[in-house]
């Protein structure tokens, strides 16, 4: 039986604009017992998604928003140290919501657990890539995207976790592929390492003029993650019949109170007969094995490559997480909890 402590984060008070790390606090209590149909599983690896900050603030959302003085949500991948469930045995390795703490009990599909199958990639991957990350990328683009061979794809937040994915499946669909990003490095590394076409630095450059530049036929699927000012310039460089994903709206996260008015180019969608769609990964839960499957191998025949930055320890997570929203993440940005 395990014993000894569980070190968690809490969500101390709804933030007003950017998370700070006094919006979180840390408590040590018991390791849980383990009742009949569960299991103890100890974290190893913590994911810090820009949702995060979604999930903190009051309103209605996809999904319940975190209580003030509850353990911070959070995907993990851990291992199972103890089982009472007879689908679970110690040394399976698991992932699903399960906190930003160092353990957790699981029973069934609690906190949409799951056991993972054995693979000779790392673990991480199932946060990143083989996990939601690679989930949105996937079915957001296909799905939602539906891009045809030929066509031009332009990606917000390129280099980052689920752009960088999406860019390269929109590749390997024979797609022209354009990513606007925050760095003349991560420009470097979409184009020289992951085969876009062109790239777009979106704090140097004129958004409408360098899509203009580097889409001369237009838009055909503009996968945003960003919203505001990308997500207006995009608009005005539709082709006909363009989808507009939306994915995300990272600019817009960390607003003081309301959020911003939507894009004032909206129009742009009757004049092309263009749609724009959202979608929340969730959505796609039953067919996660699909996906990964695919990215599994796509991955294994060298065809996406991906990053994955890990900072140390759990208690560095309030500060980390505000590395999604000043672009200092390269790649999918993971804490790492506990040795393997
Ligand atoms: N719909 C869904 O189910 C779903 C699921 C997962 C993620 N998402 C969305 O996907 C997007 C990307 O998430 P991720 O996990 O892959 O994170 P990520 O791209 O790895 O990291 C976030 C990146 O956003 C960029 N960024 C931050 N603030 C910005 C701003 N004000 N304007 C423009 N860019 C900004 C930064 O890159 P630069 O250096 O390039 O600026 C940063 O590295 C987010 O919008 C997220 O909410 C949606």
Redesign the pocket.
């Known amino acids: 039986m395990a014993t000894g402590k569980n070190r968690q984060i809490l969500l101390k008070s709804r933030p007003k604009g950017r998370l700070q790390p006094s919006d979180f606090e840390s408590r040590e209590v018991d390791v849980p017992e383990v009742g009949d149909g569960q299991a103890l599983v100890k974290n190893l690896y913590l994911s810090l998604?820009?949702?995060m900050r979604g999930w903190v603030r009051e309103g209605e959302s996809y999904i319940e928003p975190v209580a003030v003085g509850g353990v911070m949500r959070g995907g993990t991948v851990g291992v199972v140290l103890e089982s009472k469930n007879p689908k679970l045995a110690p040394g399976d390795k698991v992932m699903g919501m399960n906190g930003w703490q160092e353990y957790a009990l699981i029973g069934g599909n609690e906190n949409m657990s799951r056991k993972l199958p054995e693979m000779s990639l790392p673990l991480t991957n199932f946060l990143s890539v083989l996990g939601?990350?690679g989930m949105?990328a996937y079915f957001?683009l296909l799905d939602v995207g539906e891009p045809k061979e030929g066509e031009t794809v332009l990606v917000?937040?390129?280099?980052?976790?689920?752009?960088s994915i999406v860019g390269q499946i929109a590749k390997i669909k024979g797609c022209r592929v354009v990513g606007i990003?925050?760095?003349d490095e991560?420009c470097r590394w979409i184009t020289e390492e992951l085969g876009y076409d062109a790239a777009i630095n979106?704090k140097t450059e004129k958004l409408d003029e360098a899509i203009k530049k580097t889409c001369p036929k237009k838009v055909d699927v503009y996968f945003d993650?960003?919203g505001?000012d990308?997500l207006d310039a995009a608009l005005l460089n539709l082709n006909k019949h363009a989808r507009v994903v939306i994915?995300?709206?990272?600019?817009v996260y960390n607003a003081k109170g309301d959020l911003p008015p939507g894009p004032s180019n909206y129009l742009a969608l009757l004049i092309k007969s263009a749609r724009m769609q959202g979608?929340?990964?969730?959505d796609y839960l039953d067919r996660f094995m699909e996906g990964g499957m695919q990215l599994a191998q796509w991955i294994m025949e060298g065809k996406i490559k991906h990053r994955e930055h890990v900072v140390d320890g759990l208690e560095n997570a309030p500060t980390a997480i505000n590395m999604?929203?000043d672009?200092s993440?390269n790649?999918?940005?993971i804490v790492k909890i506990a040795d393997e």
């Open positions: 998604d820009p949702a939601a990350t949105t957001g917000s937040t390129a280099a980052g976790a689920v752009g990003t925050g760095s991560k979106y993650n960003v505001g990308q994915c995300g709206a990272i600019s979608f929340v990964v969730l999604l929203f672009g993440n790649g999918k940005l």
